[in-house]
Structure formats: C-alpha cells, structure tokens
C-alpha cells in the first residue's frame, strides 16, 4: 500500500496470511518510542473483506483505552456519518497510520509513521479494498504526498493502480469547525456513490 508509488513491497505478499496473525505479529511491537506510553495497541476493526476502508491519523484517549479505532467523540460523528450515508461501520474496515497513541494526541511525527506504515500496508494488502477514504491532513501526507494540503485535495479522487482514494477532513476537524461538515457530506456522497456501485444496497 504504498499510494505515493502505486506499488505493493515485497513484505506485502509474505508473512502473516490473516488479519487476527498480523494483530498477534504485532502485538509486541516496539518500533518507535510511541510503545513505551500506550495502554493498548489499536489495530484496526472491521469487514476482512471490507471493499471500503478508511484511514485515519492515530488513537485518542478512548481508542487508547478500549484498544478500538475511532470511538471517541470523532468516532461516534464518523459513525453518524456512515449512517447518513447509508453504510454501516460493520461493512467498512477502520485503522489508522499509527497504532499507538501519540502523547496528548499531537501529530505523529516522520519516524513514527515510518515506523508503522509496514503494519498499514499489510493490513490493506490482506483486505484489497477499492475504495479508500483518507481521513485528515496526517493521512493524506503519510499515504500520498508529504506536501498534500486536505484543504486543496478533498473532495477529489485519487486513483492509485486499482485503488480510489477520496481525501476529506477528519470528523475530529469538524467538531472544532463545524462549517466543514457541509464539504464531508459532499465527499461523503461521492463515496457512497462509488461503494453502491461496487455493492448494491442488500448485497453487503
């Protein structure tokens, strides 16, 4: 899953043939210094044969606790989003670019990122969605262009290979500035659009 390139690595297609071998590969891990503070490793949940994954920056305080993506006051808006739409959080495939959580939720840096986008791409390799929403500045830099603005780049696709990818803010940028929720539902649509084409309502 290296979208700057539109290539998978070698590492990709060896190694772990599952979802729940990759979490118990990495169970222990102690790549970047992010490790040594977090109370649970946050994996990623979700359809293993999701054909719709989102991507977002790291685990808050919640995640951090429950180990689960995406469950706090971002997490429970993502979910009212998807149910907007009509997608079910249980249809799609949820992680993010760093598994642990980075202290008082700051912006993972370059080498704990490099650090864990291995884990990422395995995750996505074993899964093979086509359709793919970046959720956030953090993600759209880690998996497209470190110069990427979200504010230049949502709303668009980005077609990499066989993937689409569609960049929108993340839900944790609306709840600071609700005056972006208006262009999320516009992507949103976009996205919904896409999934219905691949799977019809009922055929999940």
Excluded at 53 to 66: C, S, V, Y
Excluded at 169 to 197: I, M
Aim: glycine letters at 10%; a positive charge; charged letters at 25%.
């Amino acid at each position: 899953m290296e979208f700057r390139t539109g290539q998978l690595k070698l590492d990709d297609l060896y190694g772990p043939r599952t979802l729940d071998e990759l979490r118990e590969s990495m169970a222990g891990c102690r790549a970047c210094g992010l490790a040594a503070g977090r109370t649970n490793l946050v994996f990623g949940e979700g359809n293993p044969r999701a054909r719709l994954m989102l991507i977002g920056e790291g685990p808050g305080a919640e995640e951090d606790r429950l180990g689960r993506p995406f469950v706090g006051p971002a997490g429970q808006l993502l979910d009212k989003i998807l149910a907007a739409v009509g997608i079910t959080r249980e249809e799609v495939y949820i992680a993010n670019i760093v598994k642990c959580r980075p202290p008082g939720n700051r912006v993972p840096n370059r080498e704990e990122v490099s650090a864990c986008l291995p884990w990422l791409r395995k995750q996505f390799a074993l899964i093979g969605p086509p359709l793919v929403v970046i959720l956030g500045s953090t993600a759209l830099k880690s998996l497209i262009d470190p110069q990427a603005a979200i504010t230049s780049w949502r709303g668009r696709w980005i077609t990499r290979g066989r993937v689409r990818l569609m960049p929108t803010y993340h839900p944790a940028a609306l709840l600071r500035d609700p005056r972006k929720k208006r262009d999320v539902w516009h992507d949103f649509q976009l996205v919904r659009d896409a999934y219905r084409a691949l799977v019809p309502l009922g055929k999940e």
